[in-house]
Nanobody, 122 residues
Framework: QVQLVESGGGLVQAGGSLRLSCTAS????????MAWFRQAPGKEREFVAA????????RYSDSVKGRFTISRDKSKNTAYLQMNSLKPEDTAVYYC???????????????WGQGTQVTVSS
């Protein structure tokens, strides 16, 4: 059974930065994708970014491109989301997910973390 544990959320002022981490444990696959989604109150969950474990191929939503950077450490089975130039509209619960491809669809991810709150004040 795969488990995902997120950390790094918090409260930050607009224009600030935060880094989220997601560590995966369990499972037998060595090649998979890890992604970040987010869900703001009253809104649907939306894709943020994804990265493949082996080659580090990345994918971003247009809303975060140029501000957020996703990366991974293969040896630690950990994915990171560096968030810069944060805006109040980035406020949401951020979820880590694991799947087989870097899809923007949440249906392509089989495992999910518990979520971590990111709040950006204006």
């Amino acid at each position: 059974q795969v488990q995902l544990v997120e950390s790094g959320g918090g409260l930050v002022q607009a224009g600030g930065s935060l880094r989220l981490s997601c560590t995966a444990s369990g499972g037998t696959d060595s090649n998979y994708a890890m992604a970040w989604f987010r869900q703001a109150p009253g809104k649907e969950r939306e894709f943020v970014a994804a990265v493949t474990r082996i080659f580090g191929n990345t994918r971003y939503s247009d809303s975060v491109k140029g501000r957020f950077t996703i990366s991974r450490d293969k040896s630690k089975n950990t994915a990171y989301l560096q968030m810069n130039s944060l805006k109040p509209e980035d406020t949401a619960v951020y979820y880590c997910a694991r799947g087989s491809v870097t899809s923007s669809s949440d249906t392509q991810y089989n495992y999910w973390g518990q979520g971590t709150q990111v709040t950006v004040s204006s």
